[in-house]
């Protein structure tokens, strides 16, 4: 089983926000999503969860399974987005609620997504799910408000929150950028470990490079709209095929063969804003390799074995 999100695009106002955004994730695996900021990748995860506003126009599929997610509403909707896709945010202060306890929060959740038990089975079920995450001291932290808690303690309540059905799948938009170097590892340990043995496939936001390496087995990086390659993350890694891929993993300070031969590189200009969009592919004006059909026309992602990329010239 896996969830599939197919040449997903996003407007709003006449604005192609995403133009064509592919990935997929299965059970029990771990992806990154990845690219520079503005480039879609929350939009991208929004837009899976059905959470984006009324005025803006999704079209592709996204599959989870069988089930066509774009077309679900009501009742089935609900159930999906915490029993099957659960998603959490960067910044673990603003998706908590600071007037009630964590342990309240969860409870709630639990409640509202039609958990039935008695109180003592519910608050069982909160130390369950505090124990999961690592919370320590889980008996006296479900008392705690979010205020009391440090950023790391207070993104594993929301990660608590989040598996609080079994989900199938996780999406993480960026959920350790807002936490120190220290934390972040700890952080992204856990989801690599909830994903191995609660078999959660889990996708990964982030712009850093570094943690794509640490975290993921698949990679989809993706730029001003568009998937432009993806692969197993150790084959993108050792031979990208993409030149923004190459860009940014010689831009990433992280990464030990970048430490080694000390190129740390920059990629010139900025990600194009979406109604500024350039002709052809969008890389094109930040590409030293660009010829004249890459400012004529949009690559199409094309298949090389069981990698693909969206260029005319990949990189060998
Ligand atoms: N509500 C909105 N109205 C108009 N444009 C929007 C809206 N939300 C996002 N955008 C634009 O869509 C593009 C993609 O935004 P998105 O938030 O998905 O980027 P991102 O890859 O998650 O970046 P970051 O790394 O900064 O989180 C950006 O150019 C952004 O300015
Ligand atoms: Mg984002």
């Given at each position: ?227 432009v ?13 993409h030149p923004y ?33 350039p002709s052809g592919c969008p890389f094109h004006p930040r590409c030293k390799f660009k010829r004249k059909v890459c400012i004529e026309r949009v690559p ?10 969206r260029c005319f010239f990949p990189?060998?």
């Amino acid at each position: 089983m896996s969830l599939r999100v197919s040449n997903l695009s996003v407007e709003v106002e006449g604005i192609k926000l995403i133009e064509d955004i592919s990935f997929e994730c299965r059970r029990g695996e771990r992806v990154a999503l990845v690219g520079e900021s503005g480039s879609g990748k929350s939009l991208a995860a929004l837009s899976v969860l059905k959470l984006l506003p009324q005025n803006f126009r999704v079209s592709g599929t996204v599959n989870s399974g069988k089930r066509d997610v774009l077309k679900l509403k009501g009742e089935e909707l609900r159930n999906f987005r915490w029993k099957e896709v659960s998603i959490v945010f960067q910044d673990p202060s603003s998706s908590l609620n600071p007037l009630m306890t964590v342990g309240e929060q969860v409870e709630e959740a639990l409640v509202y997504h039609g958990f039935r038990g008695s109180k003592e089975e519910l608050k069982n079920r909160v130390l369950e799910l505090f124990r999961l995450v690592k919370i320590p001291m889980a008996e006296e932290r479900i008392n705690a408000y979010p205020h009391h808690l440090s950023g790391g303690l207070k993104q594993r309540v929301a990660i608590a929150m989040a598996l609080a059905c079994n989900p199938k799948f996780l999406i993480a938009d960026e959920p350790t950028t807002a936490l120190d170097v220290t934390v972040q590892r700890e952080i992204l340990s856990l989801l690599g470990e909830l994903s191995k043995k609660e078999k959660i496939g889990t996708v990964l936001i982030t712009h850093d490079m570094g943690v794509v390496e640490e975290f993921s087995e698949r990679v989809f990086v993706v730029y001003s709209g568009f998937t432009v390659e993806e692969g197993r993350t150790k084959d993108v890694f050792k031979n990208p095929l993409h030149p923004y891929t190459d860009g940014l993993i010689k831009c990433s300070p992280s990464i030990e063969s970048v430490k080694v031969k000390g190129e740390l590189q920059t990629i010139p200009g900025n990600v194009p804003e979406p109604r500024n969009r350039p002709s052809g592919c969008p890389f094109h004006p930040r590409c030293k390799f660009k010829r004249k059909v890459c400012i004529e026309r949009v690559p199409p992602l094309k298949t090389f074995k069981d990698r693909k990329v969206r260029c005319f010239f990949p990189l060998t």
